[in-house]
């Protein structure tokens, strides 16, 4: 890791960035929803949202099985599993962490229990525990700092220091940290440090969205996620 960073003073607004991937995704812990979106403002999660890989049918896997009801999966059975995340934004690379193992997914109630009520020893642990492996990126124009978390272990292919710009692939997607199954957590802050970092509201530019994953896609030129959408980039460059 590099020593943190703090913002300069920045316009008021949210942040624009483009979506970090190509494909389809589907939206979860929207702040479209509620603030703050994963119910803490700990980590400057408080305008963060979560995207896991879908097929065409909005399905995250293709399989399921005995563990699907009553235990854990592979990671390696989610379509989210691998696929590139790209910058979503210009900027600069100022954190790298990678190594945290992914772990088995979790989709049934029987594995879900317990795993959340470990989460509090999880956060006691520090950010790598929560976070897994994840990039920082310094924002250009000083309009904050965009992390992105939970990647792939061994995937990460930036170093600190090195220029970025928007659609440049960063890592893979994984299920390291405090992840129930592959996906990738964005959000922007005000500072490189999570233990200390705010959240800065976001919105992204140029894709389409399915409500509730149904029904004719909606073009969006600027916007955020609802709970429960699929959407897919317009444009995985600018």
Request: charged content about 20%; proline content about 7%; glycine content about 10%.
């Amino acid at each position: 890791m590099t020593e943190a960073h703090d913002s300069p003073s920045r316009a008021t607004g949210p942040v624009i960035l483009t979506l970090p991937f190509e494909g389809r995704w589907l939206a979860r812990n929207s702040p479209a929803r509620r603030l703050p979106s994963h119910g803490t403002d700990l980590l400057g999660e408080r305008y963060a949202i979560d995207f896991v890989g879908v097929d065409d049918a909005g399905r995250t896997a293709a399989a399921r099985d005995w563990g699907t009801f009553f235990g854990t999966e592979p990671a390696e059975r989610f379509f989210a599993f691998g696929r590139s995340i790209l910058a979503p934004a210009h900027g600069t690379v100022v954190q790298v962490h990678d190594g945290e193992p992914d772990h088995e997914a979790r989709r049934s109630q029987l594995s879900l229990l317990p795993y959340v009520l470990g989460q509090a020893a999880r956060l006691r642990q520090g950010v790598a525990a929560i976070a897994g492996n994840f990039v920082v990126l310094e924002l250009a124009d000083g309009a904050g700092f965009a992390a992105l978390v939970h990647l792939r272990a061994g995937s990460v292919r930036v170093n600190p220091g090195e220029r970025v710009v928007t659609g440049d692939p960063l890592a893979q997607c994984g299920n390291s940290g405090n992840s129930t199954q592959p996906h990738v957590h964005v959000q922007v802050m005000d500072s490189a440090d999570l233990t200390v970092a705010r959240g800065v509201p976001m919105a992204f530019r140029q894709y389409h969205e399915w409500p509730a994953g149904r029904g004719d896609p909606i073009p969006t030129d600027l916007g955020i996620p609802a709970q429960g959408a699929v959407v897919e980039s317009l444009s995985a460059s600018s």
